[in-house]
């Protein structure tokens, strides 16, 4: 059975872990490293404890909203008891930033003003969710079952490393933003967390910035200088397709009015038929 709250938790605790790893840092290593690897195991389980649900065909869901349906998106009131069917689409909306009506900022059990109206062009209104279906949830697992294991091997081969406190960050800020990446419902989240990914990439390529050593490359000193650059030169590469990213992001929701991806495929659905 799915851990409640397990798309939002499944990316949150790495997250939580990278955040904290600097304290715990400041208590003791061992425990930095322990909690570092822990984190990153939490992820894990609760990534295969949607599994079940998915393979079941159905999902039970602990959250206040939900939207259903490639066609007219009805709303249903939120009830964790009942088993909802979802043939495989389904979009979650944890926390709705922008509503579409501008009268209630949503989140759960925490009533509060209204969000002023920023445009015209957010009629489906901005918000965080998660799409939970297969291929999301496979990938997810993938992210965070991986993750962890090479959390595992990083304790014996970067044993007595200098700048643990960073790689551990650095690792744990990665596993959560791909996951993040993976199971977000709309091409902003995803653009999100692919930048996220990005910045731990640069990070952990130049982790050994420091290194005193001569350099494998002639037109550096040391290879420490080499690791530097060849972090800079992903980080740049990656800006360059990043870019590009956004503007098809950006051309998109002007041409179908949303970010999301449910609705984009209903569009697309739509749009065949006529």
Not at 114 to 124: R, V
Not at 138 to 167: K, Q, W
């Amino acid at each position: 059975m799915m851990i409640p709250y397990a798309p939002w938790l499944v990316w949150i605790i790495p997250m939580l872990g990278a955040v904290l790893t600097p304290l715990f840092s400041k208590i003791h290593h061992k425990l930095r490293d322990l909690c570092a690897i822990l984190f990153a195991g939490a992820a894990a389980v609760i990534a295969v404890s949607m599994i079940p649900d998915i393979w079941a065909g159905y999902i039970t869901l602990p959250q206040p909203q939900i939207l259903l349906g490639l066609t007219a998106f009805p709303t249903y009131p939120w009830d964790i008891t009942i088993p909802l069917t979802t043939d495989w689409h389904i979009i979650v909306k944890w926390m709705a930033l922008i509503p579409y009506d501008w009268t209630q900022l949503w989140i759960p059990n925490i009533p509060i003003n209204p969000p002023a109206q920023i445009g015209a062009y957010l009629p489906q209104g901005l918000y965080a969710g998660v799409l939970i279906d297969p291929l999301s949830i496979f990938m997810a697992n993938v992210t965070a079952c991986i993750g962890f294991l090479i959390m595992v091997f990083s304790l014996g081969y970067m044993h007595g490393e200098p700048d643990l406190t960073r790689y551990w960050f650095f690792m744990n800020f990665f596993i959560g933003g791909m996951i993040f990446l993976v199971i977000s419902d709309n091409l902003i989240q995803m653009f999100i967390g692919w930048e996220i990914v990005g910045l731990c990439s640069w990070g952990l390529i130049g982790f050994w910035h420091k290194a005193r050593e001569p350099s494998p490359v002639p037109d550096y000193v040391t290879e420490g200088e080499y690791n530097a650059y060849c972090g800079m030169k992903a980080f740049i590469t990656t800006k360059v397709g990043d870019i590009a990213l956004l503007i098809a992001i950006v051309i998109i929701f002007f041409a179908s009015g949303t970010f999301n991806y449910v609705q984009l495929q209903q569009n697309a659905a739509i749009q065949l038929l006529n």
